[in-house]
């Protein structure tokens, strides 16, 4: 790892940063759980083939936010480059806010893969670079340490260098599945799409069924046990409270009273029942939307194809 703390060495760096396609990148920040936290390091990879962290640039801007503001304006906010974080929202908070372009999150492109072609507990780093990546006994214990002290411990830095490692491991392995699992609706197989269906059709609702009938029978115990919470869930109760008037009072009040009431009302089938005759009688305005719904028949009217 390159651990830059002279102001010179750590525009340099930027400097032959700035020519990569690509970046990986990551923060740590002192002073987190504060009203005031600061930005500590910044750790950039360009090189996704280092597992070691050995090629990482740890940039120590603790007390330098002139030196942060040079890394947003060549880096950040240079369209040119691809920035790769893990949780991107909360490191571009630090790092230019809106200003910031062309930035690429793992965790949402993580978050929109169904969970068949991911099935992990969780999207954390950890849980990513633990599937993706060989790398032994991945701790993050020191991502609560004091990054506000100086000198930084070995171990902290050694924690610092391996995210942006992670990240570009992670971020790889996913577009590798998406390419894999990217379909065209307009060439897409509809009879294979079909068949597939139909395996896992059983299945799902079996499996369905005996969801809600635990999640039912939990809740009843629970409830018979007088337990609250468990390991693993929570009984919660809530109450709704819903406001109602008869429409004809409130159609007296907005009279006797002048108000600026006006607002279209959704005629249900059922007050347009009640409405009768009167229905032709009232300025009604139509608005009309399609939807397509999938419905699937017994497997029994199936034509032989599917």
């Given at each position: 790892?390159?651990?830059?703390?002279?102001?010179?060495?750590?525009?340099e760096?930027?400097?032959?940063l700035?020519?990569?396609?690509?970046?990986?990148?990551?923060?740590?920040?002192?002073?987190?759980?504060?009203r005031?936290?600061?930005?500590?390091?910044?750790?950039?990879?360009d090189?996704?083939?280092?597992l070691?962290g050995?090629?990482?640039?740890?940039?120590?801007?603790?007390?330098?936010?002139?030196?942060?503001?040079?890394?947003?304006?060549k880096?950040m906010v240079?369209?040119?480059?691809?920035?790769?974080?893990?949780?991107?929202?909360?490191?571009?908070n630090f790092?230019?806010?809106?200003?910031?372009?062309?930035?690429?999150?793992?965790?949402?492109i993580?978050?929109?893969?169904?969970?068949?072609?991911?099935p992990l507990?969780?999207?954390?780093?950890?849980?990513?670079?633990?599937?993706?990546?060989?790398?032994?006994?991945?701790?993050k214990?020191?991502?609560?340490?004091?990054w506000?002290?100086?000198?930084?411990?070995?171990?902290q830095?050694?924690?610092?260098?391996?995210?942006?490692?992670?990240?570009?491991?992670?971020?790889?392995?996913?577009?590798?599945?998406?390419?894999?699992?990217?379909?065209?609706?307009?060439?897409?197989?509809?009879?294979?799409?079909?068949?597939?269906?139909?395996?896992?059709e059983?299945?799902w609702?079996?499996?369905?069924?005996?969801k809600?009938?635990?999640?039912?029978?939990?809740?009843?115990?629970?409830?018979?046990?007088?337990?609250?919470?468990?390991?693993?869930?929570?009984?919660?109760?809530?109450e709704?409270?819903?406001?109602?008037?008869?429409f004809?009072?409130?159609?007296?009040?907005?009279?006797?009273?002048?108000?600026?009431?006006d607002?279209?009302?959704?005629?249900?089938?059922?007050l347009?029942?009640?409405?009768?005759?009167?229905?032709t009688?009232?300025p009604?305005?139509?608005?009309?939307?399609?939807?397509?719904?999938?419905?699937?028949?017994?497997?029994?009217?199936?034509?032989?194809?599917?």
């Open positions: 790892m390159f651990y830059l703390r002279e102001r010179k060495d750590i525009e760096a930027i400097a032959l700035s020519s990569a396609q690509i970046l990986w990148v990551d923060t740590e920040v002192a002073d987190y759980k504060t005031q936290p600061r930005l500590s390091l910044i750790q950039v990879s090189d996704a083939e280092d070691t050995d090629k990482v640039y740890i940039l120590d801007v603790i007390d330098s936010p002139e030196i942060a503001n040079i890394f947003i304006e880096i240079n369209e040119g480059i691809e920035k790769v974080f893990h949780n991107a929202k909360y490191d571009v790092l230019g806010k809106k200003a910031a372009k062309n930035i690429t999150c793992t965790w949402e993580a978050k929109k893969l169904p969970y068949y072609l991911l507990p969780n999207l954390t780093l950890k849980t990513l670079a633990t599937k993706f990546g060989n790398f032994p006994d991945i701790s214990e020191e991502q609560g340490s004091d506000g002290q100086r000198p930084l411990r070995d171990k830095l050694e924690y610092a260098k391996m995210d942006p490692v992670y990240v570009a491991k992670i971020h790889g392995c996913l577009l590798e599945i998406v390419g894999k699992n990217k379909s065209e609706p307009a060439s897409e197989d509809v009879s294979k799409l079909t068949q597939r269906y139909r395996e896992i059983n299945e609702k079996l499996l369905d069924s005996e809600k009938e635990l999640q039912e029978r939990i809740k009843k115990a629970m409830l018979a046990q007088d337990i609250v919470e468990t390991r693993a869930c929570k009984l919660s109760s809530y709704r409270t819903s406001k109602k008037i008869a004809a009072k409130l159609a007296s009040l907005v009279t006797s009273m002048g108000l600026d009431f607002f279209p009302v959704t005629l249900t089938q059922k347009q029942k009640e409405l009768g005759d009167v229905m009688e009232l009604v305005e139509e608005e009309k939307t399609a939807s397509w719904r999938l419905t699937f028949k017994p497997l029994s009217d199936a034509s032989p194809e599917e």
